[in-house]
Structure formats: C-alpha cells, structure tokens
C-alpha cells in the first residue's frame, strides 16, 4: 500500500511563493513517474506538472511553465513543487499522485495512488 501526504498549502498574496511537498511511502516511490494535480471549487481537477523517475524528465501545464517547478528526492521519497508569482487563479487544493497506468501524464486517469491534498489560498 502507498501512502501519499501533501503538505505546505497556505494562504499567501499574489506575488507571493510557496513550496509544497509530498511524502510518499514505500520503497518503490524512485521507479515511479509522479504528478500534482489541483482542484478549485467547481472546477475538475487539472494537470499542473509531472516528473519522470529520476527528474531527468518533466511536464508542466501551460498555467505553470515558467512559475512552477517540480522536483524530486528519491534518498527521501519525497515529490516537490515550488511555486512563485502565485495568482488568485492558482487557489486550489494541489494533490500529488504516481503514475502507474499507460498513457499521458496530463490526464488523471494515468494515475493510480492519490494524496488528500493541501489548500493552496492566493489572495488578491
């Protein structure tokens, strides 16, 4: 069984930066592509970027490429994304997922183990 906890959500202006983290259990987190996902009430949840097993690959959404950054340490089973020049737009709740299933890593259903999330609040 995998276990997925995000953490690092907060409230903070536009302008602003936050770094959030996912830490996963189990000793096969470093074979695994992995991704975060975000959610705004109302909205479906949406692709924001993915990063291939060893971080020599990633994948940004069009909302993030040049302000998100997504990383990994596999010695601490551990998925990053920082976040700067944060907009009101980017108020969600941010979940990290593995990819396990064939298929783009831009859609959901190529992941199958999911976090609960954090709150990301960007205020105006």
């Known amino acids: 069984q995998v276990q997925l906890v995000e953490s690092g959500g907060g409230l903070v202006p536009a302008g602003g930066s936050l770094r959030l983290s996912c830490a996963a259990s189990?000793?096969?987190?470093?074979?695994?592509?992995m991704g975060w996902f975000r959610q705004a009430p109302g909205k479906e949840r949406e692709f924001v970027a993915a990063i291939n097993w060893n971080g020599g690959n990633t994948y940004y959404a069009d909302s993030a490429k040049g302000r998100f950054t997504i990383s990994r340490d596999n010695a601490k089973n551990t998925l990053y994304l920082q976040m700067n020049s944060l907009k009101p737009e980017d108020t969600a709740v941010y979940s990290c997922?593995?990819?396990?299933?064939?298929?783009?890593?831009?859609?959901?259903?190529?992941?199958?183990?999911w976090g609960q999330g954090t709150q990301v609040t960007v205020s105006s």
């Open positions: 189990g000793r096969t987190f470093s074979i695994y592509t």
């Open positions: 997922a593995r990819a396990v299933y064939s298929g783009s890593y831009y859609s959901d259903r190529t992941y199958d183990y």
